[in-house]
């Protein structure tokens, strides 16, 4: 049962920023934390894949920032975030053998953060009267989310 509420928490990471889960699950891959042997995931933890996702999830980070950058609840990035929890959830229930329960707890806990990322960063957004607050305070969660998560996996 654990899996699977690590499987959700990852996806609304996911949904928070989409490229900061799938780097935390390669870390925890690459460094033993998960065990993706045998599975069609086991790219996620070879030598150079962390360093890979870590670039992506920098230049998301960046890319957040700046004002041309589009919403997540448009078509595009929506989905992203719904796939890429399904797959980083999928990858931490993977390892007791229960891929398809960890993708689809990704994939709703992808929903989650993207929807409730988007009204919290909102309204944190309307309370310090610009967006930039709001947005480094989401990072800040959606990275520490990711560890801590990583962390408690059993």
Known sequence: ??????????GVIAG??????????????SLGLINLEG?????LGYRFTPWIMTVL????????QLPTTPSRKTLLPFATRIIVGGLC???IAAQGGSFLGGLVAGAVGGVIGTLGG???RARLAAAFGKDRPAAL????????GAALIMGAVP
Do not use: H, K, Q
């Open 1 to 10: 049962m654990v899996v699977y509420v690590l499987a959700l928490l990852i």
């Open 16 to 29: 928070l920023r989409a490229m900061t889960a799938p780097a935390a699950v390669s870390w925890a891959a």
């Open 39 to 43: 599975t069609w995931l086991a790219f």
């Open 57 to 64: 999830a920098i230049g998301e980070l960046i890319g957040d």
């Open 89 to 91: 959830g999928g990858a």
């Open 118 to 120: 988007a009204e919290g």
């Open 137 to 144: 305070i989401e990072d800040v969660i959606a990275i520490l």
